[in-house]
């Protein structure tokens, strides 16, 4: 009686079973960590065009002190950007402060702030050839203190504080 061995058998095909699932893992783990990625750069995205809103809204204010000077129309700023085709879904930019209870409503957030809080003193040395000599011994201009926002119709926000000074 001989008993002959057989050939072993069946393993290859287990070993390219093994292979292929942890090839399946680490492909899965690609695709969400690229999933994850592309979430957190389209967030970056809408962030970063909120805050350059912002900054619009701030140039906007800005530019409209020539026509208004610094006087009350200027309190109120609300005004819808031309970013989308439908009116409803354009974004505003206005003055206020964002999460407001108010929030649909602009506020009157510009304020004239004192030049002595500013480092303005009456001995600043100044060319005085050619300008009229300002009130109380300053350089001139006075200083405001603004707060404007953006906001999207999906409810982002953002707002920009500055100061600024208006006036020789």
Known sequence: MCLEKR????????LTVI???VLLLLVVGAIQFSNYNREASAEKLRGDRVGACADAARRHLLSRLKLFRATNELQILDTKLI??????????????HYNDTAADIAQATVVGVDPVFMGASGRQAREIA??????????GGQYYRV?????????RESEVEFLFRYGL
């Open 83 to 96: 970013d989308d085709p439908d009116p409803s879904a354009r974004t505003r930019i206005m003055t206020g």
């Open 147 to 155: 707060v404007v926002k953006c906001k999207e119709t999906s409810g």
């Open 19 to 21: 292979a292929m699932a």
């Open 130 to 139: 050619n300008t009229v000599p300002a009130s109380g011994g300053f350089m």
């Open 7 to 14: 050939a072993p058998r069946g393993n290859a095909l287990m």
